[in-house]
């Protein structure tokens, strides 16, 4: 087993550039993005997802124990946000900081990529920690590959709450990007907390072990918004194209578009003659956009 010595994740300003974050993400794993989103941002978020998350019932309706833990029996996670909230849409997945270091992950691998999946996770009190785990395992092959691996998930999570070590702030292990087992996920001792003020941004590499904190207060839920990329080659862990209504779909960027499965992926850097295509012509000019 591998150990570390970080005592913290190290924070830039929101006006740093990728290759700056880049550098970071590449020592460390992860890196800690100061202010990301406004106060306006985050007070409008958070009021457009309150009405749906108060619908929903904590915990999983899985019978698997592991999935279970995994989900959190004092969790809520809310998904479809791009239905679900306009600020969401427009402002944080079309972030051009965001779609800058996204960029620097993903396009070594290809070209193109989708958002994975996108969820507000709020952990209430009494949750106990999460599993340590590496957001790759969605894609057992790479996770055999190791620290040489191509990299096939990137992370980025924002505090829509303050994130202290009490209400859950998610734990890292620095440096385990690099450790040559994945299937090494550490220890509690090994990891430290990302604590974050609310429109703070964790932006964290698959490879890094992690999971959600412990909650330990009697009265303080912890609430963020997490969404992952991966390549244009691999499949992603929600269907968009069948849960975001088409017409919606029209009015979104060409790049969340993109994003979204509404257009066909393509790697001119490899000579790839591209995916997600009808009759090899773009799934986009069969839709009309």
């Not at 790479?142 to 998610?170: K, S």
Request: hydrophobic share 40%; with cysteine.
């Amino acid at each position: 087993m591998t150990s570390t010595t970080q005592a913290a994740l190290a924070h830039v300003p929101n006006t740093a550039t990728a290759d700056e974050i880049a550098a970071i993400v590449e020592r460390d794993g992860g890196v800690i993005i100061d202010g990301l989103l406004t106060d306006d941002q985050v007070a409008r978020f958070n009021a457009e997802i309150d009405p749906y998350l108060d619908g929903l019932r904590p915990g999983s309706l899985s019978s698997n124990q592991a999935v279970q833990d995994f989900h959190g029996a004092q969790t809520r996670r809310l998904t479809n946000l791009v239905t679900l909230s306009k600020t969401f849409r427009e402002e944080i997945i079309d972030h051009d900081l965001v779609l800058a270091v996204a960029d620097w992950a993903m396009l070594d691998s290809y070209d193109s990529y989708w958002m994975g999946t996108a969820q507000v996770i709020e952990i209430g009190p009494g949750n106990k920690a999460q599993p340590h785990h590496r957001d790759l395992e969605n894609y057992p092959p790479f996770l055999a590959l190791g620290p040489d691996g191509p990299e096939v998930m990137c992370n980025f999570l924002i505090a829509l709450t303050d994130f202290t070590e009490e209400n859950g702030a998610t734990r890292v292990i620095p440096g385990s990007h690099k450790w040559p087992d994945f299937n090494d996920r550490g220890t509690p001792e090994q990891t430290i907390p990302a604590t974050m003020k609310a429109g703070d941004a964790l932006f964290f590499s698959g490879k890094l072990a992690h999971g959600g904190g412990a909650n330990v207060t009697s009265d303080v839920r912890r609430r963020g918004v997490a969404f992952t990329f991966n390549p244009g080659y691999l499949v992603p862990e929600e269907a968009y194209p069948h849960v975001i209504d088409l017409e919606l779909a029209r009015t979104l960027s060409p790049r969340v578009q993109q994003l979204l499965g509404f257009r066909s992926f393509h790697d001119d850097s490899h000579g790839y003659p591209g995916l997600w295509q009808v009759n090899y012509d773009d799934i986009e000019d069969y839709l009309g956009l």
